[in-house]
């Protein structure tokens, strides 16, 4: 199910830098996915039935320029070309995507910006080891939404969302619960510290966007999967405890038959030399006789 969610805001944030278009105006778009997902990034301002050949794209990232798509074609050249396709509108389709999408994208017809799209790029890394995942254990999630303009980072836009942990219910860790402690906050990174109980093995444990509006947010979810059902601590016995060691009968036979078959086999090896000794005696005998 594709994941993704566009806030479009008229003339706002960017109007020192406004292009006129065949709309008389250009869009603001703000779109928020999550990694791995597909997004739309929407060519607005274009008449019912566009000409996507008189379209292009572009994509801007620091110090990075590239054009995407031109003439309504996908440049071959394009890093991103096997996960970008037009639409019938002239839109772009972004698949599978990765945190060096995060950018910029203006979509152009005949030279002039319609459309300004801001990418923003929702990820999650767990920060544990494996040996983590366990009762008892630590689980330490690392939340950053990677934006325009860097990886985590806000700026004067960034009133228009909220980055939260949640349940897979999207209801929302509350802070004040003692079992869950979020550190080094901002808008676009928080971190998750719980201490892991049974009923987590395959928990889902989620990090979301939310907007001002009412629309879905978007979300990336981490499954906590125990390598040890219980602490490996519990099933060493303490040091001062007794523990008698039963054999099974199969070891025990095992222990029994191997040196009688290692005194068997030694028996017949002498037997053989001595067969052999005593040939070549024939032998030589045989031959003086002759």
């Known amino acids: 199910e594709e994941l993704w969610f566009i806030s479009c805001l008229h003339e706002l944030y960017f109007s020192s830098s406004m292009t006129f278009g065949v709309s008389g105006k250009k869009d603001s778009v703000f779109v ?16 019912s039935n566009p000409n996507c050949s008189l379209v292009s794209w572009t ?6 320029y590239t054009e995407e798509v031109s003439g309504g074609k996908v440049r071959k050249d394009s890093d991103k070309s096997s996960r970008l396709s037009i639409t019938s509108n002239c839109s772009l389709t972004l698949r599978d995507l990765r945190v060096d999408d995060a950018g910029s994208y203006v979509c152009l017809q005949s030279g002039i910006s319609l459309t300004d799209i801001y990418l923003s790029i929702l990820t999650i890394t767990s920060l544990s080891t494996i ?29 228009m969302f909220n980055l939260s942990w949640a349940a897979a219910d999207g209801t929302m860790l509350q802070p004040e619960d003692n079992r869950y402690e979020l550190i080094g906050r901002s808008r ?37 999967r125990f390598l040890f059902e219980e602490a490996p601590t519990d099933l060493i016995p303490p040091a ?3 523990c008698p060691v039963h054999l099974p009968i199969s070891r025990i036979m095992l222990c029994v038959a191997l040196p009688i078959m290692v005194i068997i086999v030694s028996c017949t090896k002498r037997r053989d030399r001595r ?14 006789n002759c």
Do not use: H, M
């Open 32 to 47: 928020y996915s999550r990694l791995g997902g597909d997004t739309l990034l929407p060519c607005t301002g274009l008449p």
């Open 59 to 64: 994509f801007f990232r620091g110090v990075r």
């Open 131 to 159: 040996t983590d995942l366990q009762p008892g254990g630590n689980l330490t999630l690392n939340c950053i939404l990677f934006t325009y303009y860097d990886a985590g980072s806000c700026r004067s836009y960034s009133s």
């Open 188 to 224: 676009c990174n928080i971190t998750l510290v719980t201490n892991l109980r049974r009923e987590d093995n395959n928990r889902a444990w989620r990090c979301q966007v939310t907007t001002k509006g009412n629309i879905r947010p978007v979300f990336q979810d981490f499954t906590s």
């Open 240 to 242: 001062d405890v007794s």
């Open 275 to 288: 067969r052999v000794k005593t040939s070549a005696a024939g032998i030589e005998l045989q031959q003086v």
